[in-house]
């Protein structure tokens, strides 16, 4: 089946402990991201990465590091987490960046920073 | 800086009725738009893309029409269900600068009553 697959689905952890969040997706995608999400903000994009080894900021990079060692993986690393990263994290990805290409997103990380 | 605006917030319809959901945008330089749907704890399950050369799509029950030069989107969902109860949320798609990064209006709350 293919699908965008997050862990974990749901993380509570203390300020200042890095964390990673894995993201994989089995169909040969391109073109991957992170967004948040967060009441009355809605979705933002964090990261992208339009291959492998090429990643860039989006509107909401601070706090987040990224990578792309393989063209399957883009985990969101929180190397210092603070109270003001808590929110519901989604992974995306698409085949590339252009109109016929249909974004598909993982189920969601819920995380949670005391 | 692109702006996308869902309308209405939140719409609460009896079974078997026609219902239509806006989405509008600011700026018309997109490539695609495409329609989600969220379910509570649940990730985002697209629903309808189209491309920016496109008037409209349909899969099943659902109609997406897209009007670019007036920054305008449609969801039309016919005869309606209790399952199709969650939030619909809209999102443009745009290259150049922007690079492939989609922009979500905030949603909107639909719910089905039996």
């Known amino acids: 089946e293919a699908q965008v697959t997050q862990n974990p689905r749901y993380l509570i952890t203390v300020t200042g402990k890095k964390l990673t969040v894995t993201c994989s997706q089995n169909?040969?995608?391109?073109?991957m991201s992170w967004y948040r999400q967060d009441p009355g903000l809605g979705l933002r994009q964090i990261y992208y990465?339009?291959?492998?080894?090429?990643?860039d900021k989006g509107d909401v990079p601070e706090g987040y590091k990224v990578s792309r060692k393989e063209k399957r993986n883009f985990p969101l690393i929180l190397e210092s987490p603070s109270p003001n990263q808590t929110s519901l994290y989604f992974c995306?990805?698409?085949?590339?960046?252009?109109?016929?290409?249909?974004?598909?997103f993982g189920q969601g990380t819920r995380l949670t920073v005391v | 800086k692109q702006e996308v605006t869902q309308i209405p917030a939140a719409l609460s319809v009896p079974e078997g009725e026609n219902l239509v959901l806006n989405c509008s945008f600011t700026?018309?330089?997109?490539?695609?738009l495409q329609w989600f749907r969220q379910d509570p704890g649940k990730g985002l399950t697209s629903l309808l893309l189209?491309?920016?050369?496109?008037r409209e799509q349909t899969s099943g029950r659902l109609n997406a029409s897209l009007d670019k030069s007036s920054g305008r989107s449609t969801l039309y969902i016919a005869a309606s269900q209790p399952g199709d109860s969650a939030t619909y949320l809209c999102?443009?798609?745009?290259?150049?600068?922007?690079?492939?990064?989609?922009?979500f209006g905030q949603g909107t709350i639909l719910t089905v009553h039996p």
């Open positions: 995306a990805s698409s085949l590339y960046q252009g109109p016929g290409s249909e974004a598909f």
């Open positions: 169909m040969n995608h391109e073109y």
């Open positions: 990465s339009m291959n492998v080894e090429v990643t």
């Open positions: 700026d018309s330089a997109i490539y695609n």
């Open positions: 189209i491309q920016s050369s496109q």
């Open positions: 999102a443009v798609g745009a290259g150049g600068t922007s690079y492939g990064k989609l922009t």
